[in-house]
């Protein structure tokens, strides 16, 4: 049984009404980050749709009615990560759920994997995810709670 505290009250088993609520998802041009799209615009929430492949992107966001926010962004770069976060902020005045799914795999032995392969892989995987975390908490904290809760993190590995 799913159970968790919010703001003095504990509920089981709460299913949160999504409409409206705003979700930031990187990697979301395909796999999970855009299956994760899809049902969450079933479900009528607004998106911040982020990926390095801007067409995927732009196709995605015309499938789900075409007005969720698409930016194209490499969350390996300070800079994008950056953007991404402030770009977010400034057209809803919020995030309730930032999802950083964004990521990739070398499908090569350690032996054949170069220093360089292996720092931009790290550079993705763990540094994009920490940096969009470090952009984005102090907005997180300082907006009002919704449903009880200023805003939540979801880290995707797979």
């Avoid at 540094?127 to 709670?145: D, K, V």
């Amino acid at each position: 049984m799913f159970t968790r505290r919010l703001a003095g009250s504990t509920f089981a088993n709460m299913a949160r009404d999504l409409n409206g609520m705003v979700t930031l998802i990187t990697g979301a041009s395909a796999g999970i980050g855009r299956a994760l799209a899809q049902s969450l615009a079933r479900r009528g929430g607004k998106l911040v749709l982020c990926a390095r492949r801007e067409d995927r992107l732009q196709e995605l966001n015309q499938s789900l009615g075409g007005g969720h926010m698409v930016l194209c962004a490499d969350v390996g770069r300070p800079e994008d990560c950056d953007r991404l976060i402030a770009g977010a902020f400034t057209r809803f005045g919020r995030v309730d759920t930032l999802v950083l799914n964004a990521g990739y795999g070398i499908y090569k032995t350690v032996a054949t994997t170069s220093v360089a392969e292996a720092r931009t892989l790290f550079d993705v995987d763990v540094l994009g995810t920490t940096e969009c975390i470090r952009l984005a908490l102090p907005h997180l904290q300082a907006q009002p709670l919704r449903d009880g809760v200023r805003g939540q993190i979801v880290i995707v590995s797979s």
